[in-house]
């Protein structure tokens, strides 16, 4: 009956819940739920986002010349899918949106982008409303040592992500 959390994210999964409310009908959830928990997804990876291709033409095509001129772009990445070995969620319910408080993703060793970030995602309409660092851990890109990002110690790509849950 909530089908924000099909499809969008598929792997192992593993959570914990603390939530309640009145009722079990769509509209009594999405209003009047409230509670907290933590999703660990082992071998994930978003379906409804192609990561690869937003990156590459939307994230580095926004980089300042000087700094694009230097990306070194994998072929292997092009190709990257969003894949992780592991990501861990942590949100909070209440008035109708799941505040995501954090979410982190580790990469597969040379194959993809870490990711951190947070967010909201509106229940009745399955609004999406997310910041997240892409942080290149592996160095892919060749930008560690021209543009490293302190918090990271890495180059980091950040990115708003919204629309909906189904069409980011």
């Known amino acids: 009956k909530m089908p924000f959390a099909k499809n969008s994210i598929q792997g192992v999964l593993n959570a914990t819940l603390n939530i309640g409310g009145t009722g079990l009908n769509p509209d009594e959830i999405t209003s009047s739920w409230k509670g907290t928990g933590t999703v660990a997804v082992k071998d994930a990876v978003f379906s409804t986002l192609d990561l690869g291709k937003q990156i590459k033409d939307g994230a ?7 700094i694009r001129s230097r990306v070194k772009i994998p072929e292997k990445f092009a190709d990257w899918k969003g894949e992780y070995q ?10 109708g949106a799941l505040t995501v408080t954090d979410i982190v993703g580790k990469a597969y ?3 993809g982008l870490d990711l951190k970030g947070n967010g909201t995602v509106t229940l009745r309409d399955y609004g999406l409303n997310m910041n997240a660092d892409f942080i290149d851990t592996y160095n ?13 110690g890495h180059f980091v790509l950040p990115a708003k992500v919204g629309n909906t849950l189904f069409s980011p």
Request: hydrophobic share 35%.
């Open 86 to 95: 592991r990501v861990d969620i942590k949100y909070a319910l209440a008035g």
């Open 140 to 152: 892919m890109f060749g930008l560690d040592d021209q543009v490293r990002d302190e918090r990271y």
């Open 60 to 66: 580095i095509d926004k980089l300042p010349e000087m």
């Open 109 to 111: 060793p040379n194959k």
